[in-house]
């Protein structure tokens, strides 16, 4: 593939094949589609349990157009730690499947349950030791596919089975883990988020990623008509207003030899240079029925004005840390 | 419908799989995206937002849906910038 532009890449044909079991507008798929676009060459996937998992290999079939290994929800980044190790081992010995391949990329898809909560030691482990791979996180703030239970990565006050909104809660009542400033902690060479609504931004972060050698780590916000109640054809949509209201910004952080450089990303980038364009959280919010109940049967101000604030705050100290 | 491979003819530990490229999704949807190709600027970006990847790319350079996988969900509609897709209820 030459340069990466939306012309030359419709015409890369997709790896991962359609007839998948995901909901209709599943957004997953569109970052998947997207990540798979910028493979450079022969790629290995290990995808933790999740939608993703289920909905694409359901026996007899498989969506995925090259190889793919299944992992339990704990170990995904362990599974990739060890098909790079097996990779690099082949090739020393020149022998083996793998040893006649110039490079083998690995890719690792979880969602935030197995990334926040039940995969979180073996990321942090993979990530510490350094490994060759990419790791992609799908995150639509709760365990979907086993019935909307809240996670590490459900926002404050949304709506759950498990953390419903009713008299006395109004949906969870702790906040979203940093995970981003945790995963950065480990100082590895590149972390970015990425959103569907700006494909030509997760294709060139995806191939950066891909590129680097060591560990990366993606970190896409995935909006799910189901558990977040909206009409299917809004995910991107919505998915847009996570970025314009400064709730999901998007941005680059490199590392290199000890020094670490966060770079907001153009959609981000255009915001902090405007911030009149800046948009309000009620509108991300009031569009989604798991937050309904800060609307209806009459506006929560003082927990819109808590969400507003607390967002304004984490979009402020990330300017400071773009040097902006 | 193709054939599973015999567990004797594959690598050891890998399971026989087929392409679910054979499992046709087109019926999940109730209505059904219809592009007009006279407003169509071939900006390309059904092809990337569709989740099913049921648009692609013709020669030349329009797109086209592929209604054996399409599910309806209507992104393509909602996000075309020239708003040339309309969604059709089936009958
Ligand atoms: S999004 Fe609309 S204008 Fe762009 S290629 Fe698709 S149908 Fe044509
Ligand atoms: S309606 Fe949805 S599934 Fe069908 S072609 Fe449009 S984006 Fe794809």
Redesign the pocket.
């Known amino acids: 593939m030459s340069e990466l532009t939306l012309k030359n890449l419709s015409k890369k044909p997709d790896l991962i094949c359609p007839g998948a079991r995901l909901c209709?507008?599943c957004d997953e798929t569109i970052i998947v589609r997207l990540v798979l676009k910028a493979t450079r060459g022969p790629t290995i996937v290990t995808n933790a349990t999740g939608c993703l998992e289920v909905a694409t290999t359901s026996f007899p079939y498989t969506a995925w157009d090259l190889p793919w290994i299944h992992s339990a929800f704990e170990n995904t980044a362990a599974t990739a730690s060890g098909i790079e190790a097996a990779i690099k081992a082949m090739k020393k010995r020149k022998e083996g499947p793998l040893s006649n391949f110039e490079n083998i990329d690995v890719l690792a898809f979880a969602g935030d349950g197995g990334t926040y909560d039940i995969g979180f030691q073996a990321l942090s482990g993979a990530i510490e030791r350094g490994h060759d791979f990419t790791y992609i996180l799908l995150d639509n703030e709760a365990y979907m596919n086993t019935g909307i239970q809240r996670s590490g990565a459900t926002p404050f006050s949304a709506s759950t089975t498990t953390s419903p909104a009713g008299k006395i809660f109004l949906g969870k009542t702790e906040n979203k883990k940093p995970l981003d400033e945790i995963i950065i902690a480990h100082a590895l060479p590149y972390f970015a988020t990425i959103n569907a609504a700006w494909p030509l931004d997760v294709i060139k972060k995806t191939r950066k990623g891909i590129d680097i050698n060591g560990p990366t780590f993606l970190h896409a916000i995935v909006p799910c008509s189901r558990g977040w109640r909206f009409p299917p054809e809004k995910t991107i949509e919505i998915s847009r207003l996570a970025v314009q209201t400064c709730i999901f910004p998007l941005y680059e952080v490199n590392n290199y030899k000890g020094k670490t450089t966060y770079e907001l990303s153009s959609p981000s980038l255009s915001i902090a240079k405007r911030p009149e364009t800046k948009k309000t959280v009620e509108e991300y919010l009031k569009q989604q029925g798991r937050f309904s109940h800060l609307f209806k049967p009459e506006i929560n101000k003082e927990y819109l004005k808590q969400i507003q604030e607390t967002v304004d705050l984490k979009w402020s100290i990330l300017l400071d840390k773009c040097g902006i | 419908m193709s054939k599973l491979k015999k567990k004797s003819e594959l690598e050891p530990g890998a399971i026989p799989f087929k392409s679910s490229k054979e499992y046709e999704t087109g019926d999940w949807?109730i209505t059904?995206?219809k592009i007009d190709y006279n407003k169509c600027t071939k900006c390309t970006l059904?092809h990337f937002?569709?989740?099913?990847g049921?648009?692609n790319v013709r020669e030349d350079g329009y797109t086209e849906?592929d209604y054996r996988?399409?599910?309806?969900?209507?992104?393509?509609?909602h996000e075309c910038p020239v708003k040339c897709?309309e969604?059709i209820v089936k009958k």
């Open positions: 209709s507008g | 949807g059904y995206p059904c937002f569709c989740p099913e049921a648009i849906v996988y399409c599910k309806g969900c209507g992104i393509c509609s897709i969604m």
